[in-house]
């Protein structure tokens, strides 16, 4: 959920000080294991170019655990950890913050309660202090409750009558109708309204435990020096949080349409169908193939088909999503109104063109290249690594997952990518959804109505 920007003195700083990496090879980052006096565990990233560390962090359990009718809160939580802890009410420990050059933050996604910490070295004992008083004496303050709660409602109005956010409801909505991946994470204007203090409290207290805690960690610091950072940041945490399972999800709605009028020139589109969890032996597969179908940008067969051979659209584009329980293979465009059947029906092509086709020689190995290329761009600053350490945990990746990825790509083969869109796509199970006045196409079913 978008917020107010804050701590802007102490990212300047941590920028100045060098925050940004230079790009560099896979095999040179070395990963380590490191485990703290008090049990806490977490994966190292050493450098020394810059006297910084960050810290990346996630519980397992998102924003599909919250209540039925108060999604949105664990969104709501997150973006009020900082406004105040401990004997510190918001302002204070806002200035504290500032004074120390430090940045906390914090946010929820679907299956994840994510934050971070990013602190130059001489300071990191007392932010490590603070990310510990935030992360179990949260104040939640009625003052500070009420501010986020109407930024965050301001903001759900706003997203209300943006064609790109409507879509995105509707679409999960339609797919997962009786599933928490269904419901809007961010919540709805009744569900904000519906979170108490109390329910923020026993999210808090129920679901931040050290069994549940993923930690990547990037900088200028040993292992030695880490193990007692990790417990004077995490120690403080109950061992055990409360158990949780979600049930998986088979997806709905295979080959609806779903159209929202409105009055907009250009409709915005959303399709897609089932796709697979990050776990499946054939996801570098899949991947490789996305990146060919629709996930390669101006190289993608989509972009070609849509917008360059026949302008189309600006931009189309597709993606794979995997969540803890279920998998998604989705795309979007947007496009005039007068040529959302025309876009639709290309899009359909392109989906059993790859399905019954697979690739060539020539795409397979431009693609190859580039997904290989590029994956040194993804280390150029210490927050996008420490979030990748934990990704890694997540996955159960391995921890050398950085050094070994490019061979799982450069092992896929021509068979592997059609045997892959044979059993991924299918495209009379797209579920689409359109927003705007289209053209050449009609509903076969009533959208769904989001709420929380």
Do not use: C
Request: proline fraction near 5%.
């Amino acid at each position: 959920m978008a917020r107010l920007a804050r701590n802007v003195l102490p990212v300047f700083l941590l920028l100045a000080a060098g925050l940004l990496f230079v790009p560099r090879a896979a095999s040179a980052v070395t990963v380590e294991r490191v485990e703290s006096p008090g049990g806490i565990v977490a994966w190292l990233v050493r450098d020394s170019m810059v006297p910084l560390v960050s810290i990346e962090f996630s519980f397992r359990g998102g924003a599909a655990l919250d209540p039925a009718g108060k999604t949105g809160m664990a969104e709501l939580t997150s973006s009020l950890l900082d406004e105040g802890a401990g004997d510190m009410d918001s302002q204070t420990f806002q200035r504290k913050l500032s004074d120390l050059a430090v940045s906390i933050s914090f946010g929820a996604g679907m299956d994840t309660f994510r934050g971070s910490l990013k602190s130059l070295n001489h300071t990191r004992d007392e932010a490590a202090d603070l990310l510990a008083l935030a992360l179990t004496k949260p104040r939640f303050d009625e003052d500070a409750v009420e501010r986020i709660r109407q930024q965050v409602l301001a903001a759900l109005t706003r997203q209300s009558t943006d064609p790109n956010k409507i879509a995105g409801q509707v679409w999960w909505k339609a797919v997962f109708p009786d599933h928490p991946y269904g419901l809007p994470s961010e919540g709805t204007v009744e569900t904000i309204g519906a979170i108490t203090v109390d329910d923020m409290r026993g999210l808090v207290s129920e679901r931040f435990s050290r069994d549940q805690l993923i930690v990547g960690v990037v900088g200028d610091i040993t292992p030695e020096e880490l193990g007692p950072l990790l417990d004077r940041a995490f120690g403080g945490l109950p061992a055990k949080g409360k158990p949780f399972t979600l049930s998986e999800p088979k997806p709905q709605a295979a080959g609806q349409i779903f159209v929202v009028e409105r009055d907009v020139p250009q409709s915005v589109v959303l399709f897609g169908h089932g796709g697979i969890r990050r776990e499946d032996p054939d996801w570098y597969a899949a991947y490789t193939m996305n990146y060919i179908l629709g996930g390669g940008g101006f190289a993608s067969r989509l972009y070609d088909e849509v917008r360059e051979k026949r302008g189309l659209a600006y931009s189309v584009y597709s993606y794979m999503t995997p969540l803890s329980v279920a998998g998604v293979y989705t795309g979007g465009v947007s496009t005039a109104n007068a040529r959302v059947g025309e876009s639709i029906d290309v899009i359909r092509a392109e989906w059993a063109r790859m399905s019954d086709e697979g690739v060539s020689e020539e795409e397979l190995k431009d693609a190859k290249t580039y997904l290989t290329g590029s994956f040194p761009l993804r280390f150029t600053n210490t927050g996008s690594i420490a979030r990748m350490l934990v990704g890694m945990q997540y996955n159960n990746l391995g921890i050398r997952h950085i050094e070994e990825r490019n061979a799982f790509i450069e092992a896929v083969t021509l068979e592997d990518i059609r045997r892959v869109a044979k059993r991924l796509l299918k495209p009379e199970d797209l579920t689409v959804v359109i927003v705007g006045k289209p053209e050449g196409v009609k509903a076969t079913a009533k959208a769904p109505r989001i709420g929380g």
